[in-house]
């Protein structure tokens, strides 16, 4: 085996599990970003004046099912019709839902955008997955392991990245 594909793996499953996770880990600011500037609910948020908990009116689950759904339901089809794609269209279409995620959840004023954003990261990582994967195949087995590990690396680097940039004061919105 040689390195330069281990190497690539494990950054090919970082690379393809980042935003997802940085979406998890976005989700509460995601909602709670939309309901403050959105012209429809602002000053509306009075539901938590008597409550230590900082709630939002839609469930942050609604981001988890966003961030999954989508990927499963790509996941679930795509053995009848995969094959007839070549590698490189799913590459680029991969890399085009990842980057529209971030900068639809960065621009977007309403939760429905946002959500959006939130599917495309997860088509992202979805036939990301199904593509790299299947390109393992083609390489020493050990490639597998390094691109399981790259993913859990991306679900460390994914939170702590998100954590890390709101910690030192960047918002919500620009992290």
Not at 36 to 51: R, Y
Not at 71 to 88: D, E, G, N, R, W
Not at 114 to 128: P, R, T
Request: with cysteine.
């Amino acid at each position: 085996f040689a390195w330069r594909n281990i190497i690539a793996f494990w950054f090919l499953g970082l690379c393809n599990n980042f935003g997802y996770v940085v979406m998890l880990s976005a989700a509460h600011d995601i909602l709670k970003q939309e309901q403050h500037q959105g012209n429809s609910t602002v000053g509306q948020n009075t539901f938590n004046k008597s409550n230590q908990y900082d709630c939002n009116p839609i469930s942050t689950g609604a981001i988890l099912l966003a961030d999954i759904l989508p990927a499963l339901t790509v996941k679930m089809t795509a053995p009848y019709f995969i094959q007839s794609i070549h590698y490189s269209v799913k590459v680029a279409a991969v890399v085009l839902f990842g980057a529209a995620s971030f900068l639809i959840v960065a621009f977007s004023y309403s939760v429905e955008v946002s959500v959006l954003g939130v599917v495309c990261a997860s088509l992202a990582s979805g036939l990301g997955e199904l593509s790299f994967l299947g390109l393992t195949s083609f390489y020493h087995r050990s490639s597998v392991s390094a691109w399981s590990s790259g993913t859990g690396g991306a679900g460390v680097l994914g939170a702590l990245s998100y954590a890390g940039l709101l910690q030192i004061g960047v918002s919500a919105r620009n992290s």
